[in-house]
């Protein structure tokens, strides 16, 4: 959908009106992300993660199909070929790099995509099939990078895909099949790395289409904004095009310049020197993590020291682990606030900034720590902050808070009047 | 494309002449050309290691010469040698095969070349070709004991019948060109190093 005030694509030469008659392709891209989507004034710099979550997409899969070109997942050959790759194949190391960086860099895009949802309460109605897809992508992206991390098959490789398949195990009654019809034998090897490779070059295109759903749903309602209020004029929006392809353009090449240094000059820093040893199915790494994105969730999933009524700590580690992302399948449900930013919420604010933030970092340190004290307590405390934020702080915090005043709409939270709301025309509630 | 952004929001966008200089450039064009044609040339850039990936990796370029001992070859034997995964067909001739190539006047011929121009100087009798049919790269016959070589004795490629002479000249069929020569010289007497 788009806004009454929407310009219209009009084709002008004969090679347009020949497409847009047959496949209204320009008037579809046109529409997206041109000069014909109307997008909310007051955007800030963190609406620029959604864009750039699609560039690390794109990069993601042409890195990739350049590496599966070099590569070979055989158990025999796999950490040879990934070698091959570094030593051998023209521009092999870069190609790889910026693939093993990217995945890094996908993540950061997407957890502050993520972090600006949860503070901007992005989720609530009418957007929340937007983040019913957003936390699928999430997903998605989580067993991609998970698949993708067992292919050079070093030693993090290796016990990686013992460790998160073991996770299967802890299902009562089948667990054990499960994990050995996951792996297709007892251990890692060379069934376990084959399928791992052809779903690790499936995912992606699973995610694109997920991404293109995504975009589908947020252009229904249009993008949210800082102040989380509802354009309600003309005067509250700016065409795409020129003004957010520019302001996103802008955030790429910010974005880039971390990324190129990474990828040129701390290429490693993000990965385990383990994992540059082949792997060896008799012997474990001493200290054995994750990569980093994977650490709050990691954290939970060892806060579970002691069996907790009839569930032993085992399968409770991994319940806790999964519903810890499938709550966020019901956030819009579980924060009833009519308000949406944060801005104008000042409890919310509270225990967003002293509470969820804080139990989060805490959760990443843990989860890239050992499994000691006092990281040990330290999670399980956080965990519990976690889940008692989400399932009870939230709604309550909903029901009980005063919010402060809203603008009147976008126009007049940036120029602090609109002639309208002062004649009283379109006097709707603000919100 | 700035130019929209004025007409469609008037409380924000100045006047159409906002930021221009002296001689009617606005600043903004400048900007917009800048950026475009930065990003531009950075994207160009991005493609040539993605084209470069596809060609030859250094294991490849570095098994890209072969060295091969000639000296148990008789007249009138051929061995077959691999060079870059393609075979190679080393050929001795006898007196006899030596004559009808030089009989043969080069000028007449579909791509003229001499038995002296294909060899090396003082191993004239030592013919040295890939066995890749120029026609579309079918193995002739000929090389070995047995085989079938043609109407002019040298070798005969089964795929489309192309008929080549004991110097791996052309006769007869589609090929277009003779037998090709590779770069290769004598590091010895009895060795040959091709490549």
């Not at chain 1, 599966?68 to 790099?97: K, S």
């Not at chain 2, 250094?58 to 995964?85: C, H, M, N, Y």
């Not at chain 2, 040295?128 to 579309?136: D, E, F, Q």
Request: proline share 8%; glycine share 8%.
């Amino acid at each position: 959908m788009s806004f009454p005030w929407a310009k219209e694509y009009t084709p002008t030469n004969g090679v347009a009106k020949f497409l847009d008659e047959k496949l209204p392709l320009p008037r579809l891209v046109y529409n997206a992300v041109g000069a014909g989507y109307p997008v909310p004034r007051n955007l800030s710099y963190f609406w620029n993660f959604g864009v750039l979550a699609g560039f690390f997409l794109v990069l993601q899969i042409v890195t990739g199909v350049v590496l599966a070109m070099h590569y070979a997942a055989n158990a025999q050959v796999a950490f040879a070929t990934t070698e091959h790759i570094m030593r051998d194949v023209n521009w092999g190391w870069l190609m790889r790099y910026a693939h093993a960086n990217g995945a890094s860099f996908f993540f950061i895009v997407v957890y502050l995509h993520i972090f600006r949802g949860f503070y901007y309460s992005s989720y609530k109605a009418p957007r929340e099939m937007i983040w019913l897809l957003g936390v699928t992508i999430f997903l998605l992206m989580m067993a991609t990078a998970f698949m993708g991390y067992v292919l050079p098959w070093g030693q993090m490789s290796f016990w990686g895909a013992k460790v998160i398949t073991g996770l299967f195990g802890a299902i009562p009654l089948v667990g054990e099949p499960i994990q050995v019809w996951l792996l297709g034998g007892y251990a890692p090897d060379n069934a376990a790395l084959n399928r791992f490779f052809s779903l690790h070059f499936l995912l992606p295109f699973v995610i694109a289409g997920c991404v293109i759903l995504h975009i589908w749903a947020l252009h229904i309602p249009g993008s949210s904004n800082p102040t989380g209020v509802e354009i309600k004029s003309e005067s509250d929006t700016l065409p795409f095009h020129p003004y957010y392809t520019v302001k996103d353009g802008f955030g790429l090449g910010v974005a880039l310049l971390f990324f190129m240094t990474m990828v040129f000059f701390l290429p490693n820093a993000l990965g385990h020197p383990d994992n540059y040893i082949e792997a060896n199915p008799l012997s474990t790494p001493a200290h054995i993590v994750p990569e980093w994105y994977f650490w709050p969730f990691y954290a939970i999933l060892r806060a579970f020291t002691a069996d907790f009524l009839f569930i032993p700590a085992k399968l409770m580690g991994v319940l806790a682990m999964f519903a810890a992302i499938l709550v966020w399948f019901i956030l819009p449900w579980l924060d009833k606030s009519p308000v949406r930013s944060g801005h104008y919420r000042p409890l919310f604010r509270k225990f967003f900034w002293f509470g969820l933030i804080p139990a989060m970092i805490v959760l990443f340190i843990c989860g890239g720590a050992p499994a000691e004290e006092p990281y040990v307590m330290l999670s399980q405390i956080a965990t519990a902050y976690y889940f008692l934020h989400f399932l009870v702080i939230l709604p309550i915090v909903s029901q009980v808070e005063q919010p402060e005043p809203l603008p009147y709409s976008i126009t007049e939270a940036v120029l602090g009047s609109d002639k309208k709301a002062v004649l009283g025309e379109n006097a709707t509630p603000a919100v | 494309m700035a130019d929209t952004a004025a007409t469609a929001i008037p409380d924000t966008a100045g006047p159409e002449t906002a930021g221009e200089t002296g001689d009617g450039v606005r600043r903004r064009d400048f900007l917009d050309i800048a950026a475009v044609s930065a990003a531009g040339i950075g994207g160009l850039a991005v493609l040539y290691p993605l084209i470069s990936q596809m060609a030859p990796s250094k294991d490849v370029l570095a098994a890209s010469t072969t060295e091969v001992d000639v000296s148990a070859i008789q007249p009138g034997q051929a061995i077959k040698a691999v060079f870059r995964k393609q075979p190679l067909f080393v050929r001795r001739l006898t007196p006899a095969e030596v004559e009808a190539a030089n009989a043969t006047p080069a000028g007449t011929l579909r791509d003229p070349q001499s038995l002296a121009e294909r060899t090396k100087e003082g191993h004239e009798d030592m013919l040295v070709t890939m066995g890749v049919c120029t026609h579309l790269g079918c193995v002739p016959l000929g090389a070995a004991e047995g085989e079938v070589k043609g109407e002019f004795g040298g070798y005969f490629c089964p795929c489309h019948g192309s008929h080549y002479d004991t110097a791996g000249r052309i006769r007869k069929g589609p090929a277009p060109t003779n037998l090709e020569v590779p770069e290769y010289e004598f590091t010895s007497d009895t060795v040959i190093r091709v490549g």
